[in-house]
């Protein structure tokens, strides 16, 4: 009797035995798992409570190659007949755009949403009647960036510090032709002419920036840089042509604000 009594013993002790060490084990487990949990909203909290978030909203100056397009505006002209002066030819012109970013280690990594336009016209005018034709072409850029800024300082000046960025997306073209014929004391008037192209590419753009810290959280940003595209293509006729290209240097100003 006394053998079963003590062989029971010994399990009881051993099944309790395992039981606490079972305990202990998932105690320690959920402390790491806990420790994880706290590690990963630690990083959320950096990222979004911490002013990590910074937006940007700009002004600019961007040149426009259209070396198609100002020739497709010259073999509009030329086949009128019409000896038309070229009043404007794709010239630079203001661009304007947002963006959003987030710290990540030493980098910021963002979205850009641009807006750029161009255009040509070429007129003729006299007595006898307006000749007008007119291109007016839209640039909307959707791109992705990644930014960091350098570790080159100018010791008198704590507020001013530089950096680096590349952007790469898709570029959507709107190209918008209207030509007017005005004849006067003739019962037909004018006769107008109006066609459109929409076209979709991608384009890269590096540039360098320039950062004035106004306060803790509000900086002047100018920024500099060129823009590569993969021209697009209109095609005139069974034969004829023309690309769409939108490559340039770019120069920036605007105001960036940690949230």
């Known amino acids: 009797m006394m053998k079963k009594e003590s062989t029971l013993l010994f399990f009881v002790q051993r099944i ?4 606490f060490l079972s305990i202990s084990v998932f105690v320690q487990s959920q402390t790491q798992q806990s420790g994880l949990s706290a590690d990963r909203l630690r990083v959320w909290k950096d990222m979004i409570y911490d002013n990590n978030i910074y937006v940007s909203a700009y002004f600019g100056h961007g040149s426009y190659s259209m070396n198609g397009m100002r020739r497709l505006s010259k073999d509009i002209v030329r086949l009128s007949g019409l000896n038309a002066t070229v009043n404007s030819d ?19 990594f963002g979205f850009n949403l641009e807006s750029m336009s161009t255009g040509a016209r070429s007129s003729i005018s006299d007595y006898s009647g307006l000749y007008v034709s007119d291109f007016i072409c839209s640039g909307y850029k959707l791109g992705v960036f990644i ?19 590349l952007e790469a997306g898709s570029l ?23 066609f459109g192209f929409i076209s979709a590419t991608t384009y890269i753009e590096p540039a360098v920036f320039a950062n004035w810290k106004l306060d803790k959280k509000t900086f002047i940003q100018f920024s ?11 095609y005139i006729g069974t034969q004829s042509e023309y690309q769409i290209g939108w490559a340039g240097y770019r120069f920036r100003l605007g105001l960036l604000r940690q949230m």
């Open 224 to 234: 500099t840089g060129f823009m590569l595209d993969l021209p697009s293509v209109l």
């Open 147 to 165: 930014e960091k800024d350098l570790s080159y300082k100018i010791n008198t000046i704590k507020e001013l510090s530089f950096g680096y960025r």
């Open 16 to 19: 309790a035995i395992c039981f």
């Open 90 to 108: 794709f010239p630079p012109f203001w661009l304007y755009g947002v963006s959003v970013s987030q710290t990540y280690d030493d980098h910021q």
């Open 172 to 194: 959507a073209s709107k190209i918008l032709y209207k030509s007017q014929v005005t004849v006067y004391n003739m019962d037909q008037g004018t006769l107008t002419d109006e």
